[in-house]
Structures are given as structure tokens and as C-alpha cells.
Nanobody, 129 residues
Framework: QVQLVESGGRLVQAGGSLRLSCAASGRTFSSYSMAWFRQAPGKEREFVAAVSISGAYTSYAVSVEGRFTISRDNAKNTLDLQMNSLKSEDTAVYYC??????????????????????WGQGTQVTVSS
């Protein structure tokens, strides 16, 4: 199991930028595929972006592709989400998630929440229009 703590969420104006971070502890971070999900009030949790164990492979939801960038630093045990050109519909609680992944699946990214066993507590992002 890996422990995850998100930070960086705040109120920001539409069109602005924000960088979220997720600090991991407890296990070998480089053995975990990572992802960001988000959940808006009254809606289901949805996939935002994912990254492979090495960081070389990424995937994005259509709604954020070209605006958001996921990255990881395995030396620092951190996962980041750079969010640009924010829209009011990006308002949500953002969660980071971890999935233990064998090196044989090193290119894989996972977009379904049930693929992930470990979750952070979330950080609120509010985009005002």
C-alpha cells in the first residue's frame, strides 16, 4: 500500500493555471502507475490523466487533453498535474491514485477508477468564471 497526499488546490479564475501535487510514501513509488481523477458535486468520479511507472507514457481525458499535463518524479516520489486554460467545468475535488504495476506492464496507463487500489484524500479546485 502507498499513502498519497494531494496539495495545490485553490480558487482560480477561468483561463488561469494551477499545479497540483501528490506526495507518495510507504512503498516503492516507481512500481506504481499513477493517475489523477476528479469528482464534481453530484457527479461520478472521472478520469483526468494517467502516467506509466517510468513516466514515459501518458494518457488524458478528451476534456483536458492539450490543457493539462501529468508528470512524475520517481526520485522525489511525487506526481504533478499542470492545469492550464482552466474552465469552470474543471471545478471538482481532484484525487491522485496509485496502482501497483509489474515491470512487464511498464507501458500501461489505466483510466478506470477500479484499476487503482490506493487513493489520496483529494484537493479542491474551484474555477470562477
Amino acid at each position: 500500500q502507498v499513502q498519497l497526499v494531494e496539495s495545490g488546490g485553490r480558487l482560480v479564475q477561468a483561463g488561469g493555471s494551477l499545479r497540483l501535487s501528490c506526495a507518495a510514501s510507504g512503498r516503492t513509488f516507481s512500481s506504481y502507475s499513477m493517475a489523477w481523477f476528479r469528482q464534481a458535486p453530484g457527479k461520478e468520479r472521472e478520469f483526468v490523466a494517467a502516467v506509466s511507472i517510468s513516466g514515459a507514457y501518458t494518457s488524458y481525458a478528451v476534456s483536458v487533453e492539450g490543457r493539462f499535463t501529468i508528470s512524475r518524479d520517481n526520485a522525489k516520489n511525487t506526481l504533478d498535474l499542470q492545469m492550464n486554460s482552466l474552465k469552470s467545468e474543471d471545478t471538482a475535488v481532484y484525487y491522485c491514485a496509485a496502482r501497483f504495476t509489474s515491470t512487464g506492464s511498464g507501458r500501461m496507463t489505466y483510466s478506470r477508477p477500479e484499476s487503482y487500489a490506493d487513493w489520496g484524500q483529494g484537493t479542491q479546485v474551484t474555477v470562477s468564471s
